[in-house]
């Protein structure tokens, strides 16, 4: 596939958010980009996005009132970690990694990347953003990095599960599903395919979801009326596995780039009690991450 051309910057000057989150929230899923002078995107990669530097990464999670991040190594860098690594470690422990790494990678790699506060891989498998890996090579990968006591996150469009579930299921460690698993929003809550999601959640104790990109899947727009009952569902019914994060800078989006204050707004929606918000942004996250 082509690169596309260009990129849509993150919001220059989001608003605060009116919802004030509790004490040590985490940002439990965003990225660093670049600088490319400094960290060259990936001569593979299928976007090329704007430079969002840790600096402002950090700036960010202060404004709207975050303790902590988890930075999600994104496919722009491909396997070169060396951004989120190095965000990682001038973060003053407030900040937590998921690489992308091939089988190549050494363990010497892996050992250095789990001091510096990397705590998964990312197995991608959305076309658009990815060259194909087969299924041998992720388990070889899963089954070093399971002893470390990683997990690993998956990104796939709901309409793929009934392929990739019986792969998912047999995986080692925690698995940790991107994005609500992608649902439909026009299709709806009960539709089969966003229950089969839910019952693969429910069956699987290992298995967390982040709530989190109502922007790539709203149809309606901000305040994302559309997506809340998904996220809302998902927070009633697995509360202890659910975790929250903003996606800045929002990589590939084809419009316009959210306002990360109004993407905060979003969290009493889905999580309307002080104990659930607790859960999402402290509890949840801590434990998967801090523990
Ligand atoms: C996201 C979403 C996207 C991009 C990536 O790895 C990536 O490049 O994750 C996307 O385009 O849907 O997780 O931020």
């Not at 698995?175 to 299709?187: A, E, I, L, R, S």
């Not at 539709?191 to 069956?203: A, C, S, T």
Request: net charge neutral; charged share 25%; hydrophobic share 40%.
């Amino acid at each position: 596939m082509a690169m596309s051309a260009g990129y849509i910057p993150f919001h220059p000057d989001p608003s605060k958010p009116k919802y004030a989150p509790p004490a040590g929230a985490v940002d439990a899923h965003c990225h660093v980009f670049g600088p490319e002078r400094k960290f060259p995107y990936a001569p593979e990669r299928k976007y090329t996005p704007c430079d969002a530097p840790k600096e402002k990464l950090f700036a960010l999670r202060d404004f709207l009132g975050f303790d902590k991040n988890v930075i999600v190594q994104a496919s722009c860098h491909s396997k070169d970690n060396r951004a989120m690594i190095d965000a990682l470690e001038s973060s003053n422990n407030k900040a937590r990694g998921v690489a992308f790494v091939g089988e190549e990678v050494t363990d010497a790699e892996l050992k250095a990347m789990d001091r510096a506060g990397v705590r998964g891989v990312r197995f991608n498998f959305v076309r658009r953003l990815v060259d194909f890996t087969p299924r041998e090579v992720l388990n070889r990968i899963a089954a070093r990095v399971a002893p470390l006591g990683w997990h690993i996150v998956v990104y796939f469009e709901m309409a793929d599960l009934p392929e990739l579930e019986s792969f998912f299921t047999t995986l080692p460690t925690t698995v940790v599903v991107d994005h609500m698993g992608t649902p439909d929003v026009k299709k709806g809550v009960d539709h089969p395919e966003n229950q089969r999601f839910h019952r693969l959640m429910g069956q699987h104790r290992n298995f967390w979801v982040k709530a989190t990109c109502p922007e790539r899947m709203t149809i309606a727009g901000p305040p994302y009326d559309d997506v809340a009952p998904f996220a809302k569902r998902l927070v009633e019914q697995f509360p202890e596995r659910v975790i929250w994060g903003t996606d800045w800078p929002h990589p590939n989006m084809k419009k316009e780039a959210p306002d990360d204050g109004a993407l905060v707004d979003f969290v009493p929606r889905l999580a309307p009690t002080a104990a659930a918000q607790k859960a999402l942004l402290v509890d949840n996250p801590t434990r998967l991450y801090w523990s």
